[in-house]
């Protein structure tokens, strides 16, 4: 089964942003114990309080990573660290058939040499629950490097080569996630940032779901100079479905000089996910070994062809509507600044936890019984093309199926959210607060033979920009 979700994860693997330039094929990463079976006793004991996933698995994978740990400094020698090292994270009760793929990219623009891993997204996959998630880890998040000292997640690929870590910086990389948040890595995929742009340029580009207009520094033209000053000139990208070749996705999902890098990540997930689903429209899980065979040299991965060809079929299940955003953001993580004056990232352990408990908590899926999506048929507005598209995208991002409707005539002043069948009001309630809709908004009215459960009517007061990092799927999003 671990190979049947390989196949779901090949496009947003090589829409991955980041990493080297030259494919490396092999097996997968091997668990800490059978990369250092002498390793030193640790000087750190565990004690972090297990928190169960809500929903257990009939047959849940062994844990691991709960062999002894090196201690700080056993790879590399250093001062004490700032702060203390924290406790292992209790690792998280997946079902035997998740498989979790580290999409990395590098800060390196070319050559060869050490780069740090700027973007780090864990893609988390279920086939056995038809579900994914996708969470974007801040780069700045400062950790314990396990055997070395306590530093920014990004640098443990770097530290892990440098300092000969057992398996190297890949790693050293996917012990740091282990260590620190309790996930198992079973693979990994890098692409630079010339690889990223041959490979969306490579589909035509994408049509990026733009929810909020940004603005940044980006060079005149592609070919200038970026070290002078007077080649930048400050560019806005307005809302709504903005087709990207592969130089303006890289701006795109990498410019944070207006911003940040919580922003950012938002960014990076409105391309992968587009990225996604135009890969799918093309047909790339019908012809695996002609687009490996095509974009293998831009791709640094263990996953080889024949993982991703066993149960390439199966991939399509994973719609976006199953397909959960989530960010370790500004709720899960406290500023601070070492003695060096380094800006960095202290987790917040209980709220990094509820937030990945939140992310790969899938329901059981009866396999006798067919799969539901509660859908909602949104109408558009006259005036705004765009509004349609971008509040089924929305929807989307929430767990909901979203079917764009030709607007009606004239558009009410104020958004309807109309109840055609009798539904969970708790449903309901989550539905309303991930459109930023009122409670005045809901209109109960009976359709027996209406096709969705829910129709959307779009006002114009409707405003399409959100922030996804405040979706949960227990619980209602906190809009106001």
């Known amino acids: 089964m671990k190979a049947a979700a390989h196949a779901a994860a090949l496009t947003l693997v090589l829409a991955a942003c980041g990493a080297m330039a030259k494919a490396q094929v092999g097996g997968p990463l091997l668990p800490k114990a059978a990369r250092d079976a002498s390793a030193p006793t640790a000087a750190v004991a565990l004690a972090v309080t297990v928190v169960p996933l809500p929903t257990q698995a009939p047959q849940v994978r062994p844990a691991v990573g709960l062999t002894p740990w090196p201690p700080p400094y056993t790879y590399g020698a250093g001062t004490p660290p700032p702060t203390a090292v924290p406790a292992p994270a209790e690792p998280f009760p997946f079902d035997e058939d998740v498989v979790n793929i580290l999409l990395l ?16 997204l864990l893609l988390s996959l279920h086939p056995s629950r038809g579900g994914a998630a996708l969470v974007s880890i801040p780069r700045d998040l400062y950790v314990y490097l396990p055997g070395y000292t306590m530093g920014r997640v990004n640098t443990a690929w770097v530290f892990g080569d440098q300092l000969k870590y057992p398996g190297g910086g890949q790693a050293m990389l996917a012990d740091t996630l282990l260590y620190n948040l309790g996930v198992p890595v079973d693979h990994y995929a890098l ?24 603005t ?8 200038m100079d970026q070290n002078d000053a007077d080649n930048w000139a400050l560019y806005t990208v307005t809302a709504g479905e903005q ?12 410019s944070r000089a207006r911003s940040s890098d919580f922003d950012r990540s938002r960014r990076q997930h409105e391309v992968l996910r587009s990225f996604y689903r135009k890969a799918l429209g093309l047909g790339w899980l019908l012809h695996l070994p002609d687009v490996w065979a095509s974009l293998n040299s831009l791709v640094t991965t263990d996953m080889s062809l024949g993982d991703l060809l066993l149960l390439a079929p199966q991939a399509a299940r994973i719609d976006l509507g199953n397909l959960r955003s989530r960010f370790i953001n500004r709720q899960q993580v406290t500023s601070w600044r070492t003695p060096t004056g380094a800006a960095v990232l202290l987790p917040r352990p209980d709220e990094v936890r509820f937030l990945l408990n939140d992310a790969f908590n899938f329901e059981a899926v009866d396999p006798t019984q067919p799969r539901t999506t509660t859908t909602v048929e949104v109408t558009g507005h006259p005036d705004h093309p765009d509004w349609a598209g971008l509040a089924a995208e929305r929807l989307t991002y929430a767990g909901f199926g979203a079917y764009p409707a030709e607007p009606e005539a004239d558009a009410p002043a104020t958004s309807i959210l109309v109840e055609t069948h009798a539904g969970d009001p708790t449903l309901r309630e989550r539905l309303r607060a991930a459109l930023g809709l009122s409670a005045t908004s809901l209109v109960l009215q009976p359709e027996a033979s209406a096709p969705f459960p829910y129709r959307l009517i779009l006002g114009d007061d409707y405003r399409p920009c959100f922030d996804p990092s405040r979706f949960r799927s227990s619980e209602p999003p906190a809009f106001p």
Do not use: E, N
Request: neutral net charge; contains cysteine.
């Open 105 to 120: 990219g590098s800060d390196r623009r070319s050559g060869t040499g050490a780069s740090r891993t700027d973007v780090i």
């Open 191 to 214: 692409v630079d940032m010339a690889g990223f742009r041959q490979i969306i340029d490579s589909v035509g580009g994408v049509d990026v779901q733009v929810a909020c207009p940004y």
């Open 216 to 223: 940044d520094w980006r060079l005149k033209r592609q070919d």
């Open 243 to 254: 087709h990207m070749d592969g130089y303006s996705a890289l701006w795109y999902a990498r």
